[in-house]
DNA sequence: ATATGTTTGAAACGAATATTTGAAAATTAT
DNA sequence: ATAATTTTCAAATATTCGTTTCAAACATAT
């Protein structure tokens, strides 16, 4: 077999962790503890803390690549005459998010903490070895997405591809912690799919807006 | 004296350090090295390690409330027969981070230090002291983008607010990162100022875009 | 059955952390 | 000046972390 039990066993317990309180802040002893199996299994089996990391990561960003460049082919298969727009883009994307989220429980939040781990993290060789790894798998949905917003140049785009990012990463990775907030009663019964749904128009309606070229010492 | 020299030059070090590494990856001997004081000082003078994070971020959390209130203060005093747009709202905060910014070094990344620290860290008692301690300080601000966003219902309204501020924080927190990625050329001349403002009518579009009321099962 | 290879387990290791201690030094008050 | 208080300092303490060790248990093949 080419997982042993116990490495399965690993792998579920950390997923469960790493998603629900990020991976820096989940220990060896909380992950095997979690799973009934010896401190020293994590190291056995997966080489390191960051050989489990690593683990993680690629079970669940294959599959979401995957999807999402499925559902990039068949949309242009489809209608090979006309580019995709960034509504059917962003749509893609949030139909890949919850499609792998489905089948696999914590997907979203593991999706947002390799996110945050990307972004936030400054000197961690995990960083460039995940970036290394799956930047090319994501260049055909950002091309597509910088065609439909060709009116605007480079620099404009990037920025609001990056103010994009921000909208999505920030509300899946707090998705939790929002909810329980209660700022509000009726929070108590989102969903993810609501949220992701919603966020659709905002993040259109932004990558597309006027460029306001007025400098700030106006008023 | 209020702050002995050597509780300024531990605050001081402290802010350039928690600005550039955040606040759980900053040690006490980096901090104290840095501001050639003896390692205990911090303990001493502050109490511990949260205590000196809570006088850092006193320090700069006052300013910035009260400047951004007294901005709101001054518009409605000079007009006071219109409500504050969106676009304006927006303007007084961005004017605020960069006037802070202004004063105070490492204001900008201090700040997303500590709404990451708000936001993203989960069990922390530091986190629910600030809530408590600054909620109310924004109460004003966020009742006047509600006002300029009457048209949407309390619920959209909740998740657009976080979009927004999913974009704000993200940015600013990985400025840095962002333009060290030099994903593009022209990006080593970007400047925080510039690109605030470049936030300003994506913020805008994006919280006044029109609900899409279309479920997810369409295409 | 026996030997060989694989996996588990309890304990210890080494490095890094924040914090505490107690005496020396410096400052301040009398 | 002297005493009292405050501040600094080097060292020790306690805790937590990922990792390593090595013998025992287990599985598998001969």
Same mark, same amino acid.
């Given at each position: ?89 962003? %749509?893609?994307?949030?139909?890949? /998010?919850?499609?792998?989220?489905? !089948?696999?429980? $914590?997907? #979203?939040?593991? +999706?947002?903490? @390799? ?39 480079? %620099?404009?785009?990037?920025?609001? /591809?990056?103010?994009?990012?921000? !909208?999505?990463? $920030?509300? #899946?990775?707090? +998705?939790?912690? @929002? ?41």
């Amino acid at each position: 077999m080419r997982q042993s039990a116990t490495a399965k066993k690993i792998m579920l317990s950390a997923e469960a962790l790493f998603a629900e309180q990020g991976f820096a802040e989940t220990t060896m002893r909380e992950i095997t503890s979690a799973a009934n199996v010896n401190l020293a299994a994590v190291n056995y089996h997966f080489g390191s803390k960051k050989g489990l990391i690593a683990a993680v990561a690629e079970k669940y960003l294959t599959p979401l690549v995957t999807h999402l460049n499925d559902a990039i082919d068949e949309r242009l298969l489809l209608k090979p005459d006309s580019t995709p727009t960034t509504e059917e883009l962003l %749509e893609m994307l949030m139909r890949t /998010l919850l499609q792998v989220g489905k !089948s696999k429980q $914590f997907a #979203l939040p593991v +999706f947002m903490r @390799l996110l945050e781990l990307i972004y936030m993290k400054n000197q961690d060789e995990l960083r460039n070895a995940m970036i290394i790894r799956y930047r090319s798998a994501f260049a055909h949905f950002i091309e597509l997405l910088r065609q439909d917003s060709a009116v605007m140049k480079d %620099e404009e785009f990037f920025w609001r /591809l990056h103010f994009l990012m921000g !909208s999505i990463i $920030f509300t #899946l990775s707090n +998705f939790q912690t @929002l909810v329980a907030l209660e700022m509000r009663e009726f929070e108590r019964a989102a969903e993810v799919e609501m949220t992701l749904h919603r966020m659709i128009p905002v993040l259109v309606a932004g990558l597309h807006a006027r460029a306001d070229s007025t400098p700030f010492s106006r008023l």
